[in-house]
């Protein structure tokens, strides 16, 4: 699948007139907010990004459909990739712009993380937003490449949902439900989503470096693997957490 066969769909968010238009409403503090906080990671565009980032008088934070954001999920192609013995920056393109990331490497798992990134290649972004020299950055911690492709599209679904969710604007639309909407068992569903974020806020699990293996939440929690993978999948799918180390292992995006 090349970059220019999914333009088509990225063209959805980089027009003018729809919800990519500027949405930033005023500067906020992130640890004493005036707006609305968002806790976690936020999937976003690269123009939501700069839109907010243009519109603020406070560069050093920023508030997307009135919440405050501090970190992201981006996905789009890598380019211009530049390697140091203690950094990886390279510029990420998702269709609607351009923005510059930057990994430090700290140790092993760092530098093979970022071994996988190469020009061309699809990745999934996660980081905290950095203004840098007037320009807007991503400092990540958590960069994977793309393996299935139905991850981009799905990208910009999420984004979709969360502005429609941060604006107020939620439908009837299935996409924009919360998990088990519509099921008979929405409450038990509902429930199994809850006790594991819980296992994932836990004071010991922020404090592992590469959060809990999935059979450790099954454990935990005492519920069926294919249930735990299931929440699992939908808090990873909403910015909750994050995968670390390889695809089993996962940490909370939470950072309060």
Avoid at 226 to 252: C, L, M, Q, R
Wanted: charged share 20%; aromatic share 8%; hydrophobic share 35%.
């Amino acid at each position: 699948m090349s970059f220019t066969q999914f333009d088509g769909g990225a063209s959805l968010f980089s027009g003018g007139g729809g919800f990519m238009s500027s949405q930033a409403t005023q500067p906020a503090d992130s640890s004493l907010s005036k707006l609305r906080t968002a806790h976690g990671v936020i999937p976003l565009t690269v123009k939501q990004i700069n839109d907010a980032y243009q519109s603020s008088d406070d560069k050093y934070s920023l508030a997307v459909d009135g919440v405050d954001v501090t970190n992201v999920r981006l996905v789009g192609l890598a380019m211009s990739k530049s390697e140091k013995s203690t950094d990886v920056t390279f510029t990420l393109d998702d269709g609607t712009g351009r923005i510059n990331v930057i990994r430090w490497v700290n140790d092993t798992a760092d530098a093979n993380e970022v071994a996988l990134i190469r020009n061309g290649v699809y990745v999934t972004v996660i980081g905290t937003l950095k203004s840098l020299q007037g320009k807007m950055q991503v400092s990540a911690f958590s960069i994977r490449a793309v393996v299935d492709y139905n991850e981009i599209p799905l990208h910009f679904i999420h984004c979709i949902q969360i502005h429609a969710t941060h604006s107020g604007k939620k439908n009837s639309c299935p996409l924009l439900q919360s998990p088990g909407s519509g099921s008979k068992n929405n409450n038990t569903e509902t429930d199994i989503y809850k006790l594991v974020l819980d296992v994932f806020e836990e004071p010991a699990s922020l404090a592992s470096e590469h959060g809990l293996h999935v059979d450790e939440v099954v454990r935990k929690l005492g519920i069926p693997h294919k249930k735990i993978k299931e929440a699992i999948e939908y808090h990873v799918d909403v910015g909750h957490i994050y995968s670390t180390i390889d695809d089993y292992h996962f940490k909370s995006a939470c950072t309060s």
